[in-house]
């Protein structure tokens, strides 16, 4: 991948101490192999290092991707980052095809507070869109267990115990029984 760093310096008159500014920025993205996904992840850097802190973005473009046991596409996943606050802003968009249902995740918020937002097309209630992505079911069809299960995990992402980390790992990891105690 093409990428550039530049760097600053201006000289302070006091002393030999100097500032400093050092940009990259990607012009192609860079493309990450894994074992985690079979494409590879595109990612472009647009960073900014100045004495006031690190600024910028790293986004995650388009790429397919197997998710809740489907496969779907990550449309975008964009990290912002000012100097002034350690959690990055978070504005992402997961599509999914299933059963003539369009489901879309939402990744909104920040790294430390993220919020998961699932809308569809015909428009279901966020019951609806857990139970299709868990179980490939409608709520009416689900066992009492696998009830509980979508509960059980629609509190949890309500009430903030799944963090990014845990939404992919339960997005890649097939699902039997989930459970959260809220206390």
């Not at 940009?23 to 590879?40: F, Q, R, V």
């Amino acid at each position: 991948a093409d990428a550039s760093i530049a760097a600053t310096q201006t000289r302070k008159s006091t002393s030999s101490a100097f500032d400093h500014t050092a940009t990259i920025t990607t012009g192609k993205p860079i493309m990450l192999y894994s074992n985690i996904n079979p494409a590879p992840i595109p990612v472009a850097l647009d960073l900014r290092l100045s004495p006031a802190g690190l600024s910028g973005k790293i986004s995650v473009q388009s790429f397919d991707a197997a998710l809740f046991k489907k496969r779907g596409r990550v449309e975008h996943v964009t990290l912002a980052m000012t100097p002034q606050s350690r959690a990055l802003a978070l504005d992402g968009l997961l599509r999914f095809k299933q059963d003539g249902t369009d489901i879309a995740i939402k990744l909104l918020g920040s790294t430390e507070k993220p919020r998961v937002v699932f809308e569809s097309e015909p428009p279901l209630d966020q019951q609806a869109i857990i139970a299709l992505l868990l179980f490939n079911k409608t709520p009416e069809d689900l066992d009492p267990d696998q009830s509980a299960s979508v509960s059980n995990s629609q509190s949890a992402m309500a009430n903030g115990p799944f963090g990014l980390a845990s939404l992919y790992l339960f997005a890649t990891t097939p699902v039997k029984h989930v459970g959260y105690d809220q206390a």
